[in-house]
């Protein structure tokens, strides 16, 4: 179990701030708890993003994919040249239905699940990551945009409050809200600055404090 583990172990690691004082709080054992954040590589920050949303997780309620949807339903209503990504897979009910009955179909690139080239190129050439997640640790994906410089759309999820600053380094919207998601993408596709800004803000965190040199001193 659980406890048996906590009790027994020299140290037990999580992936945030958050986490530990969690832990911390079920479990009050002194000096027991710490922790690490994940690690990324590095990329060369993007300079000639392509008109396309990103969006990478696997399809399911939990990841919030129909959320994602449902606001660019209203974000290419008003840019009817833009894209949006979704790579991955997954059986959740809600994203189905929604790609087989919306009217924006030829707007959306569903590559499957990528890795490698494939992955590095769709991340590299994003205007903006998109990650609507109720439940998660550290996300990685989110992570991987910052490491080229790609602005990220997100729910203040997990540990992500502890590293991204609303308005600075990210772009923040509410638990389930696609009319909120649809406003943030909206802004970033008319106001060039905020872009810019915030892809400067966050690859300058990923570089500075993601590293793996970084995680690893």
């Known amino acids: 179990s659980l406890k048996f583990w906590v009790t027994h172990s020299d140290l037990v690691l999580l992936l945030g701030k958050q986490w530990r004082d969690i832990m911390y709080a079920k479990f009050p054992i002194k000096g027991r708890f710490e922790y690490v954040y994940n690690p990324v590589e590095i990329r060369e920050r993007q300079l000639a993003p392509q008109k396309y949303f990103l969006y990478a997780a696997y399809f399911n ?11 660019f339903r209203e974000v290419v209503k008003e840019f009817p040249d833009w894209k949006l990504v979704m790579c991955g897979s997954g059986n959740d009910e809600k994203v189905c239905n929604l790609l087989k009955q919306c009217d924006f179909a030829q707007s959306i690139i569903l590559p499957g699940w990528v890795s ?35 602005p990220v759309i997100t729910t203040p999820v997990g540990c992500l409050p502890e590293i991204l600053t609303d ?39 990923a570089a500075a404090e993601f590293s793996i040199s970084a995680i690893a001193r």
Do not use: H, W
């Not at 406003?183 to 803000?201: A, G, P, T, Y």
């Open 61 to 71: 309620i939990n990841k919030g994919a129909s959320i994602l949807l449902n606001a």
């Open 116 to 150: 490698g080239k494939q992955k590095e190129e769709y991340f590299r050439n994003a205007y903006a990551y998109c990650m609507t997640s109720y439940k998660e640790g550290l996300p990685m994906s989110v992570l991987e945009a910052m490491s080229y410089g790609v």
């Open 167 to 205: 308005e600075q380094s990210c772009l923040f919207f509410q638990f389930g809200n696609a009319e909120q998601l649809a406003l943030q993408m909206k802004r970033l596709i008319l106001d060039q600055e905020l872009r810019q800004n915030l892809s400067i803000q966050s690859y300058n965190i």
